[in-house]
Nanobody
């Protein structure tokens, strides 16, 4: 397994923006598929966004469409989650996940398809 390191979380006011980053802790591993998931207090973990090498399709949760986007910088081996127009309901711990497998789109939303996970980064949206 590959240990991932997330960064970029913090406290932001409603309507603000944050960009989360995710990279292998050792800096050398690459993956085909990557996803972001989040878990709010007292709730189950939920899918946020995903991408896969070789396709421009980036599935997004309905709750974040039009506000969040996922991207990858292959030169830095880093996956990003750009979050705009943040709402209090976006509050939670955000986790990055990757797999060496090139997942089909219908599988990219499922957390059990990813074997590598980060420790999570806290995002709090509050005034």
């Amino acid at each position: 397994q590959v240990q991932l390191a997330e960064s970029g979380g913090g406290l932001v006011q409603p309507g603000g923006s944050l960009r989360l980053s995710c990279a292998p802790a050792g800096g050398t591993s690459s993956s085909c598929s990557a996803g972001w998931f989040r878990q709010a207090p007292g709730k189950e973990r939920e899918f946020v966004a995903a991408l896969r090498r070789g396709t421009g399709t980036t599935p997004l949760a309905d709750s974040v469409k039009g506000r969040f986007s996922i991207s990858r910088d292959t030169s830095k081996n880093t996956v990003y989650l750009q979050m705009n127009s943040l709402k209090p309901e976006d509050t939670g711990v955000y986790y990055c996940a990757t797999t060496s497998r090139c997942l089909i789109i219908s599988s990219m939303r499922s957390g059990n398809q990813y074997e590598n996970w980060g420790q999570g980064t806290q995002v709090t949206v509050s005034s």
